[in-house]
């Protein structure tokens, strides 16, 4: 039988440690029987893990990644929490061994300070892109999907996209049939592909002090203009690979993709609180044209602008519009 190792740090996040568990452990074969052994490991067996609002105790310590045909890395509350060392071994000789190995949320930063995300794209979760790509500069880091798979090296965005990755996973080794059937048990479409978009509502800020923040706020300010590359590199004083440099180390991404993703969070905003109609809100977010505009949304956002607007429009009706 398949096992599934789940690692129990200090400072776990509840949610994340608890999709595994269930995803995997109600998994079912045709003939009904379990398709998983679900573990829960720590770094000591029967030493209480802080998981914030509970504490638990892991059955089993960190002999069981050896055991383990999959480890699950779920995040925890302070990312950049170090890790102790012979965890990171552990994990390094797993990974040595073959055993895959995914990560949940910021689970991401685990993998990536043993190493096991250098030279990979990896995700996580969108407010700690940044962070991760600053520490980890080896990491292509998307913060626009929902997960990427690697092979053996598996990363997800936050919440419930852990889920997603999980599903994947289990269609992976079992099939579609198997897969669908967990996807029910967890009253879960099944159909969410690793290339749909996180839904980012606001751009996370840069840190206090970070050379590129009055860009950021200029950018921010002015994001409704018609700006190229070289405005905005012109702007910052610097050439445009500097500014490229720069930005992907500071923000995980280019700077025309953060002017995007900046707009989008304002027409994300204006579907949300007024009923303006599809073409004036592509203006008002400075695209060049309607259809633009429904392209750009639906590549970040994985939807479209009525689609999210349905979605996440509570307190006034929409407008009209011609977005299809």
């Given amino acids: 039988m398949h ?7 200090d400072g776990v996040l509840g949610f994340d440690l608890t999709t595994p568990v269930e995803a995997f452990g109600r998994t079912r074969l045709p003939d009904g029987r379990p398709a998983y052994r679900v573990k829960v490991c720590a770094p000591e067996p029967g030493v209480d893990v802080d998981a914030g609002a509970f504490t638990l105790r892991a059955p089993w310590g960190l002999a069981a990644l050896a055991e383990a045909d999959t480890i699950m890395v779920p995040g925890r509350a302070d990312p950049t929490m170090p890790v102790p060392e012979h965890v990171l071994a552990e994990l390094r000789a797993a990974a040595a061994s073959g055993t895959r190995i995914a990560s949940i949320c910021v689970g991401a930063f685990v993998l990536a300070a043993a190493g096991l995300l250098d030279g990979l794209r990896a995700t996580t979760h969108w407010l700690a892109t940044a962070e991760l790509a600053e520490r980890y500069p080896k990491i292509a880091v998307d913060p626009d999907v929902l997960y990427i798979d690697n092979g053996s090296i598996l990363t997800s965005a936050g919440a419930a996209a852990g889920l997603d990755l999980c599903l994947h996973m289990i269609r992976r080794d079992l099939g579609s049939a198997v897969a669908a059937d967990s996807a029910r048990m967890s009253v879960m479409p099944l159909e969410r ?25 200029w950018l921010r300010e002015h994001s409704e203009r018609e700006l190229l590359l070289d405005d905005i590199a012109a702007r910052a004083g610097m050439s445009a690979r500097s500014l490229n440099r720069h930005f992907r180390q500071q923000t995980g991404t280019t700077p025309l993709q953060w002017l995007y993703r900046v707009r989008i969070s304002r027409a994300q905003h204006l579907l949300e609180t007024t009923t303006h109609p599809i073409d004036r809100i592509a203006g008002q977010t400075g695209f060049g044209s309607p259809t633009a505009f429904r392209d750009r949304f639906k590549r970040i956002t994985g939807t479209t602008p009525n689609a999210y607007r349905r979605a996440f429009q509570s307190r006034v009706r929409p407008g009209p519009s011609t977005d299809r």
Avoid: Y
């Avoid at 096992?3 to 740090?9: E, K, P, S």
């Avoid at 996180?198 to 860009?215: K, N, R, W, Y």
């Fill in 3 to 9: 096992t599934v190792a789940i690692l129990a740090l």
């Fill in 193 to 217: 592909a690793g290339g749909q978009a996180q839904f980012i509502v606001h751009e996370p800020p840069a840190p206090d002090g970070a050379s590129l923040e009055p860009l950021l706020c």
